[in-house]
């Protein structure tokens, strides 16, 4: 098992740039792909971005693409959201999430596990 820790989140204006981080514990954060995803209030847990287990490979929801950029450091167990350009549209909470066996996956059904999650909040 892993255990997932958020932090970063906070409350910034419209243009403002923040770095999520998700803190790893456990079995060999390497083993694992990660991705970010996040739940507005009203709204489904949607899908923000992934990384493979070397850093290789990154997917991203289309409509972030450009504005986001996921990584990880192995040797820290620690994976990154870097969000730039912030709009009040990414107001949400933000949760890290691990899988074991897929990369790259965009559904909450395919992540075995989760943190708690980190609030981001974007004023006009």
């Known amino acids: 098992q892993v255990q997932l820790v958020e932090s970063g989140g906070g409350l910034v204006q419209a243009g403002d740039s923040l770095r999520l981080s998700c803190a790893a514990s456990g079995r060999s954060f390497i083993s694992y792909a990660m991705a970010w995803f996040r739940q507005a209030p009203g709204k489904e847990r949607e899908f923000v971005a992934a990384?493979?287990?070397?850093?290789?490979?990154?997917y991203y929801a289309d409509s972030l693409k450009g504005r986001f950029t996921i990584s990880r450091d192995n040797a820290k167990n620690t994976m990154y959201l870097q969000m730039n350009t912030l709009k009040p549209e990414d107001t949400a909470v933000y949760y890290c999430a691990a899988d074991g066996l897929r990369v790259g996956g965009r559904t909450i059904y395919e992540y075995d596990y989760w943190g708690q999650g980190t609030q981001v909040t974007v004023s006009s």
């Open positions: 990384i493979g287990w070397g850093s290789g490979s990154t």
